[in-house]
């Protein structure tokens, strides 16, 4: 019988310190880790939206605010209003303002969107706003995770299948499992060069519509601003797919709205709205009575402000919103002295205006009346949506919401 090797005093000591020696290295990855500086609390999966009213209240009073410097327009997750300030993201319940679920990191928030029913948070990371976590808009679990090289300043953009991240010089497209689909312009790190058309460019504005990517481009070597539009999920993620591109009738274009085939992209002196068809063609030009001033340079974030309604797509211009025709994009109706967008709510569009929200009819743009809201001194733009029964508005670094 073989006896069992004794183990010496100085075997025990060599155990002993590296076993301590994992623990010690393993603390000291935790501690420069993400994980340790990540906070998560995430709220059960029970609650619903509020049901939506069937007419507008005669009177609005406030509920609840929360500092949203992270975002510019409101942000709504299913039965959730989403604020982002700083490095952290917080799920309010609509009615009571009530904290249901939190997530935050020790990295500052570049924006915040929601599409497929979570909460999009990019967090900026050394010179980028490098990483993007999908937080679940009920429970604020985290689903799918991914690092990107999406700019500064950038804004998101769902058309409900993919989601665009605008940049000056680089636009990244993502699936809903955050797999990149899509990388156009100044690639970092390029593998295989030559496999964007013109790198040279830089971007002005933005707009999505159904397995579509509109972009107006400024090129130095062309006389006038270009305007193309990609497919999001092209075979290599690294080489685009144009449906087409051509040249626009001048200078200082933006691109306001794409629906079905056809694009809208406004132009200054003269100010007008320019209606695109599926093969870039002009098929026709409205005026438009807004001023040169509003069209001129870039729009903040280079997406132009719109609201989806059933009867028309609103666009604030910066001083006045502009109805345009769903179907052929043609103006409608303007209303001038306005700060946003608006919302449809019970039927009815609901204009953020000084003093308060006016009421109209959302097809004909006829006003119904106007609900006082005291906004304490803030005379920017303002930005409002609805959930349920809550009107929801965004100012300067604050979500208010209002009942």
Known sequence: MVRPERRKKSDLVAVALLAVGVLVAGTVVWWGSDARATSSRTA????????????????????????SGATTSPVVVGPTVVTAHGGEVVGHDPLTGDVRWRYSRDLDLCTVGAAWDRALAVYRKSRNCSEVTALDGTTGERAAQRNTDAELGTRLLSDGVHVTATGGELV??????????????????????????????????????????G????????QTDRFTVLRPNPKESDQPEQLWTTLTAGKNARVVAMSGELVAVALPHPARLTILDSGGRQIAEHPLPVPDSELTGDPAGRVVPTTMGTSAIYWFTGSRTVALAPTDLRPLWTVENTLGTGTVL???????????????????????????????????????????PVLVEQRGDTVVALR
């Open 44 to 67: 059960p999966s029970g609650p619903v939206a509020p049901e939506a009213p069937t007419s507008v209240p005669p009177s609005l009073a406030e509920l609840w605010r929360a500092p």
């Open 172 to 213: 990244e497209v993502w699936r809903s499992d955050l797999v990149r689909t899509l990388q156009y312009g100044e690639v970092p790190a390029i593998v295989n060069p030559n496999k964007q058309p013109r790198p040279e460019c830089s971007y002005g504005s933005f707009a999505v519509a159904s397995n579509r990517i």
């Open 215 to 222: 972009v107006v481009e400024h090129c130095p070597a062309e």
């Open 346 to 388: 019970a039927g009815r569009l609901v204009l953020p205006v000084p003093g308060g929200l006016a009421v109209h009819d959302a097809a004909s743009g006829a006003r119904l009346g106007v609900l006082p809201v005291d906004r304490a001194g803030h005379t920017g733009p303002v930005s409002v949506t609805s959930l349920g």
